[in-house]
């Protein structure tokens, strides 16, 4: 079935961090944008803790900016100078500049209480203190709690539960696993406020922290206007002149074709679908632009090292077509770029400012 083609003033596809901060900063000055993605970004399965350069002004701008909007959704973040060390599900430490005031574990903190709960895997709390004490000499402790009530369905049961046997411990600061909730720390917050100790939130991949920067980020983009259509792929484009000037969209057995004056691709890099193996090589699955690998570092393997390294050519961050064209209205954002898709783990700061700067290059071929 096709669609009635539609109309945008910009199309963004890819709805991770980078095409939501792009799409939000156009948004702000008045641009209609529209957001398309797929599946679910590399942003979701971070640990949403942001290492930022902040001697970079397009860093503070994009914090400024961001957290403003985070605060008004009950996210209370602050941007620190020096890198803040924080905690992280593995026992280990991990650097970071944006970082909630109430959560925050510090190599002070010795005295601490590692809660476990039964059933929620994104934590060992054995590893944990093993970690800890190997590292810091921090005294740390295991417990775990089995809770009857589940922090999903019934979270004013699951706080009595839990914030009853908090405050049953010796340690004034608990780490936590993270865990689920309507609003961004909920049911940390509650627990906080109900035991009066630090309920500490650790890093941690895969889990609640990156899809609840997600969703600030998605939040953020619709309170600027932006129109998000998710669970639609990019699945081919149409290029006239140096131009993009069409893209086709399927979403099962739907295509639509959307019209645009301004293409942003943030479409991620090989984890989440922006590029493709095909044989040894790594290609753009559109097969229209050329590919390039950057020089990663701590990976061993060559070839898997050039793999997570790579991204599309760019030019002034316009991409190169396969035939050497440099495509004057497309602007490439996040870690689609070359050299910004490794390492995973570090990944967010260097591609959020990236898509700040984007914008600002999108808009001028407006
Ligand atoms: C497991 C894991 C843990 C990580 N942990 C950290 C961390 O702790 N700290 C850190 O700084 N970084 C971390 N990273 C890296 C960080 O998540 C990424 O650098 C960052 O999220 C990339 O953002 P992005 O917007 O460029 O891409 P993504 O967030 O991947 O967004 C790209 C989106 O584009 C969509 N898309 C792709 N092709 C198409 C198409 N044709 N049509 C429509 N949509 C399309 C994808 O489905 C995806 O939704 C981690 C990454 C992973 C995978």
Redesign the pocket.
């Known amino acids: 079935m096709t669609l009635p083609v539609e109309e945008t003033e910009v199309l963004v ?8 901060t792009v799409a939000s900063r156009l948004a702000l000055r008045g641009h209609g944008v529209t957001v ?16 930022l350069d902040v001697n970079d002004r397009s860093a503070e701008e994009w914090a400024s900016f961001f957290m403003a909007q985070f605060r008004r959704q009950g996210a209370y973040y602050e941007l620190s100078r020096t890198p803040i060390i924080g905690l992280t599900n593995l026992g280990t430490t ?1 650097p970071r500049s944006i970082s909630s005031p109430l959560f925050d574990w510090t190599a002070q903190d010795k005295n601490v209480a590692v809660v476990g709960i039964v059933g929620n895997d994104d934590f060992y709390p054995d590893l944990v203190c093993h970690e800890l004490y190997r590292t810091h000499r921090a005294k740390a402790k295991p417990y775990w709690l089995t809770p009857s009530a589940s922090p999903e369905l019934d979270s004013e049961g699951f706080i009595e539960e839990v914030g009853d046997a908090l405050m049953d411990l010796p340690e004034s600061i608990a780490v936590l696993p993270p865990l689920p909730s309507r609003t961004p720390y909920g049911l940390l917050a509650e627990l906080r406020k109900r035991t009066g100790r630090r309920v500490v939130e650790p ?1 941690t ?2 889990s609640w922290p ?1 899809r609840r920067f ?1 969703r600030l980020m998605e939040n953020t983009a619709a309170m600027m206007g932006v129109r998000i259509l998710k669970d ?4 081919a484009l149409r290029i006239e002149k140096g131009r993009a000037v069409e893209a086709t ?1 399927s979403s099962g057995a739907r295509a639509q074709e959307v019209r645009f004056n301004t293409l942003v691709l ?4 090989l ?4 590029l493709a193996v095909k044989g040894t090589e790594v290609v753009d ?2 097969g229209l632009f050329q590919v390039e690998t950057a020089p990663g570092n701590g990976i061993a393997s060559p070839s898997l090292r050039s793999a997570l390294s790579a991204g599309l050519s760019t030019h002034h961050g316009r991409p190169i077509t396969r035939q050497g064209e440099e495509l004057t209205n497309v602007v490439v ?4 770029h070359c050299g ?2 490794h390492p ?8 959020l400012v990236h ?1 700040w700067k984007a914008a600002q290059r999108a808009e001028e071929v407006l």
């Open positions: 596809v890819g709805g991770g961090c980078a095409g939501l398309v993605s797929c599946a679910t970004p590399a942003t979701a399965l971070s640990t949403g803790q942001i290492l991990a890093a991949p895969l990156g997600q639609r792929r990019m699945v969209l943030a479409t991620g890099g984890i989440s679908g922006g699955p559109l954002a996040g870690s689609i910004l898709s995973l783990g570090q990944g967010l700061g260097a591609v898509a």
